[in-house]
């Protein structure tokens, strides 16, 4: 079955007639698919084998990538920092003069009580079929995969493409090759890392307030200068983020620039955190340290990049 719409609200209608415990695939076929959604969601130019998360382009792609948080407007406001910002003021010098001082301060907020709820981290697979190429999900099972993962597989498809099919397993055969995964590109060589990391993360920085865009430049300038053996810059769902590698401590620094977020550390080489999706990165419990982007973090993060 084919649907081709902007969402679904409910799958009985089209995932209602499935044998329970039937695997399936959500696929689109990547000739069936503009060039323009195949650019936004960052799967142009894949080929048969490649993993990614997609960019965000929407809510459920949004929502796949960062989480979401649920808000409690039944419950009392609380304090909240909500990032780090500069504040200009006047300052008094003695003998009737007054000098501007501009300084970095917390920005703290009465705010609404809320949970987060962790991104699903649905990557996407290019696979060959019959000289085809198909954009796949994971497989899933009707009556054992949650309806809440179907639902947002299938509305991240939409989101995306415009459309999706379900295929059975005895219907199609074909299954994912040997994967490789593209959510992080080597800085490359000959570039310095702070031209490169600005360069990359520019369309994130700029979508930022002004006064909100000096302290991000003071984390990533910070991070530069303490000469990381290795740069890799994150691509799709990971595309505000940028990992440093420090090899004598064998440590691994994931910054973002996105609000409301945090520098994680890992203890484990570079190896085996590239190879995580971005759910087990983030929300696996698999990190050394997270250090949340207030005015301690240069004191914090600095022990390990030595």
């Known amino acids: 079955m084919i ?12 995932f209602g007639g499935l044998i329970p415990r ?7 076929k990547v000739n069936e698919v503009a060039a323009r959604a195949l650019n936004a969601s960052g799967l142009a130019g894949m080929v048969d ?68 709820v962790p991104p699903p981290g649905i990557e ?11 954009i796949v999900s994971d497989t899933m099972t009707a009556t054992v995969t949650p309806d809440d993962t179907i639902l947002h597989t299938t509305n991240l498809f939409l989101e995306l493409f415009g459309r999706v099919e379900i295929r059975h397993d005895n219907l199609d055969q074909f299954t994912p090759p040997h994967t490789r995964r593209l959510n992080w590109s080597l800085l490359p060589s000959g570039t ?44 799709g769902g990971f595309g505000a983020y940028v990992a440093y590698v420090f090899n004598t401590p064998g440590n691994a620094v994931l910054e973002s620039v996105l609000p409301d977020n945090a ?14 999706t971005k759910t087990q990165v983030l929300n696996g419990n698999h990190q050394l340290d997270r250090i949340f982007h207030r005015l301690d973090w240069q004191r914090r993060v600095t022990p390990y990049t030595i």
């Open 3 to 14: 649907i081709v719409q902007s969402r679904i609200l409910n799958l009985s209608r089209y």
């Open 22 to 28: 039937t695997d399936f695939r959500l696929v689109v």
């Open 49 to 116: 084998g490649d993993v990614l998360l997609p960019s965000i382009v929407g809510a459920a792609s949004r929502r796949n990538a960062e989480g979401h948080y649920i808000t409690h407007k039944d419950l009392p406001r609380e304090k909240r920092i909500v990032g780090v910002r500069e504040w200009t003021r006047k300052q008094w010098a003695g003998r009737g003069q007054v000098t501007e001082v501009t300084e970095s301060v917390n920005v703290e907020r009465e705010c609404y009580q809320r949970t987060f």
């Open 124 to 134: 996407l697979t290019v696979s060959d079929h019959n000289g085809d190429l198909f």
């Open 192 to 235: 310095t890392t702070a031209a490169g990391v600005l360069a990359h993360l520019r369309p994130y920085i700029t979508g930022r307030a002004r006064t909100y865009q000096g302290p991000i430049m003071e984390r990533l300038n910070y991070m530069a200068s303490r000469n990381p053996d290795e740069v890799y810059l994150g691509n």
């Open 263 to 276: 520098t994680y550390v890992f203890g484990s080489n570079w190896a085996t955190v590239s190879r995580m």
